[in-house]
C-alpha cells in the first residue's frame, strides 16, 4: 500500500490545535469541546464499571497519531485523536472500535483502523474520506466523514452499508458521543 504523500490538512490540524490549547491545556476543554469532555466522563465511567468487558491496545502517543493521519491522507476529530490517545484500540464485549496499534501499517490487521481502511480503499475502492472506526459483520461499517467538519473540528460518524456501496445514515455528530451511545446499548 502506498502512504498518501498529502500532508497539508495535517499541518492545517495540528495548527488549529495549537492555536486552541496552550501549552499544558486539557487537549478537548479549550474551544467547543466540553460536550466532548462530558462524554469520556460518562465512557469512562461505563469502562471503569464494566471493566471485566474491556480491553484496549493501550495509549497511543500524538507522534503515532500523526503518522496514521498523514498515511491515511485525513485528519481526524478531536474526540477520535482523544480516543486514541487513551486506548488505541477498544473492545467493548463483543464491540470492537477501531483504532492505531503501531506504524506498521501495511502488516497489520483488525482493530487497526488504519490498515482496514487502506485496505478498503486498495482492494474495494472505498472512498478516501471515509475512516472505518467499527465493521457490523461485513454488512456495514461505521465511518468518520472526514469531509464534513463542524466549528469544534468534529466530524460525523457514518453508515457505509457494504451491499449497496454507500452512506445510508448518520450514527451520530462526533465520535465521542457515537461511542458513548454504543456503550449504553450495548450494557
Known amino acids: ?11 492545517q490540524y495540528f495548527e488549529y490545535v495549537c492555536s486552541i490549547a496552550g501549552e499544558g491545556d486539557d487537549f478537548l476543554t479549550s474551544k467547543g ?19 471485566d468487558f474491556v480491553d484496549s491496545s493501550g495509549e497511543k502517543p500524538l507522534s503515532l ?23 488505541g484500540t477498544l473492545d467493548f464485549g463483543p464491540n470492537e472500535y477501531y483504532g492505531v496499534i503501531d506504524q506498521d501499517f501495511d502488516n ?9 481502511t487502506m485496505t478498503e480503499r486498495v482492494g474495494r475502492g472505498f472512498p478516501p474520506h471515509l475512516i472505518v472506526v467499527r465493521n457490523i459483520d461485513g454488512d456495514e461499517y461505521h465511518c468518520l466523514d472526514t469531509t464534513n467538519y463542524d466549528a469544534d473540528g468534529e466530524c460525523p460518524v457514518v ?3 457494504c451491499p449497496s456501496h454507500g452512506v445510508s445514515r448518520k450514527k451520530a455528530d462526533r465520535f465521542s458521543q457515537y461511542l458513548l451511545q454504543d456503550l449504553k446499548d450495548f450494557i
Not at 500500500?1 to 499541518?11: A, H, R, T, W
Not at 469541546?33 to 471493566?51: C, Q
Not at 497489520?108 to 482496514?116: E, K, L, N, Q, T
Open 65 to 87: 497519531i500523526d503518522e496514521a493521519q498523514r498515511y491515511l491522507g485525513v485528519v481526524f476529530p478531536p474526540s477520535y485523536v482523544e480516543f486514541l490517545m487513551r486506548w
Open 108 to 116: 497489520s490487521g483488525v482493530p487497526d483502523a488504519v490498515w482496514f
Open 1 to 11: 500500500m502506498k502512504q498518501n504523500s498529502n500532508l497539508k490538512p495535517i499541518e
Open 33 to 51: 469541546g466540553v460536550r466532548v469532555t462530558e462524554d469520556f466522563e460518562e465512557i469512562d465511567r461505563i469502562l471503569e464499571e464494566h471493566a
Open 159 to 161: 453508515v457505509w452499508d
